[in-house]
């Protein structure tokens, strides 16, 4: 099975892709037109990324992904540096209150996105060398734990709660998949929402959102705006929404529809049904990438596509419980 294509998985990356294309278009057309007189702008630059996308896509699934296992700690000692590199003034550009961008030209490029991938395939690597020491605490999970820590802590510095979450999430299920006591994830979760509530507690602005997300109303002009605009454009999409291009809450109400709310759009062009198939075709490439996973016999290879696949679902999930107010506005 060595690089062969699953096909069905190709289409519906595409698909997916393609149609956050069009809908990038739809969400940024009006701001853009207002602030930069080109209502092309955003999907002239993310159509860039489409297509090389594709063609990266197509060139890595050539590559022999033990190369990945040979370079693991290489990878990972790379997106630590850049991870330092990109809190330093001057070096780092600071985007709506974080400093977790490389500015290059009209371009923004965020380490911790290299650093999902390469943790991902670090702890792959990892839980291959190390499987019969994962039933140990102290010599198997403590090791690889203070390395998720130790990105983390670089993370939250930027900071990037959201971010940092979807990481430790993703690797915190691959350890679960390699035998470790059910109990020991119970205490580290108990420690973890300690964690949480900590870091809330010394963020102001997190209390604000968690305090809007109980009740937006309580600061319907400040930390509970985003989530009642949200659920204006999602309440009225009803069945079959109002139809492409039709949005209300894009002209200026919705703050970054064209980002991290452009599924409220969806939702208000496209309907329940809109929901219901972009849904399913992310739920469809999780199936499809884990079915890759549970077939292939080498361990390295099983952890490396359960990782991936989880990182995808967990972050397209967590995305959509936000937009939908099931959770808070990160941040």
């Given amino acids: 099975m060595k690089n062969k294509i699953d096909y069905k998985l190709f289409i519906a990356v595409i698909l997916i892709a393609a149609f956050g294309l069009i809908m990038i278009y739809s969400a940024s057309s009006i701001w853009a037109e207002y602030k930069f007189g080109d209502s092309f702008k955003f999907i002239k630059a993310q159509g860039m990324f489409f297509i090389f996308g594709i063609f990266l896509m197509i060139f890595l699934s050539k590559v022999d992904y033990h190369i990945y296992f040979k370079k693991a700690n290489l990878i990972l000692l790379i997106c630590f540096i850049m991870l330092i590199l990109v809190l330093i003034p001057g070096i780092g550009t600071i985007r709506n209150g974080s400093r977790s961008w490389f500015g290059i030209g009209g371009f923004g490029i965020q380490p911790s996105e290299f650093a999902k991938i390469g943790l991902i395939i670090y702890v792959a690597k990892y839980l291959a060398n190390n499987k019969k020491n994962m039933r140990d605490i102290k010599s198997g999970v403590l090791p690889i734990l203070s390395v998720i820590m130790a990105f983390f802590g670089l ?13 430790v999430l993703t690797l915190v299920v691959m350890i679960f998949t390699s035998g470790v006591k059910v109990s020991f994830f119970i205490r580290i979760g108990m420690l973890g929402l300690i964690g949480i509530v900590g870091l809330i507690i010394i963020a102001p602005y997190r209390m604000a959102r968690i305090v809007s997300f109980l009740n937006p109303w309580t600061d319907p002009l400040g930390s509970g705006f985003q989530i009642i605009q949200s659920l204006y454009a999602i309440g009225p999409g009803g069945l079959l929404g109002q139809g492409f291009m039709n949005s209300r809450q894009k002209h200026f109400y919705l703050p970054e529809p064209q980002t991290d709310f452009i599924f409220s759009i969806i ?27 549970l077939n292939n016999s080498e361990l390295f290879a099983k952890y ?5 696949s989880f990182g995808i679902i967990i972050q397209a999930l967590l995305n959509l419980m936000v937009v939908v107010g099931i959770i808070p506005v990160t941040g």
Avoid at 155 to 167: C, H, K, N
């Fill in 267 to 293: 939702s208000e062009e496209f309907g329940f049904l809109g929901v219901l198939i972009v849904t399913s075709i992310f739920f469809f490439i999780f199936y499809r990438a884990l079915n890759i996973s």
């Fill in 304 to 308: 490396l596509c359960f990782g991936l």
């Fill in 155 to 167: 993370i939250m510095l930027e900071p990037d709660f959201g971010t940092g979450m979807v990481i």
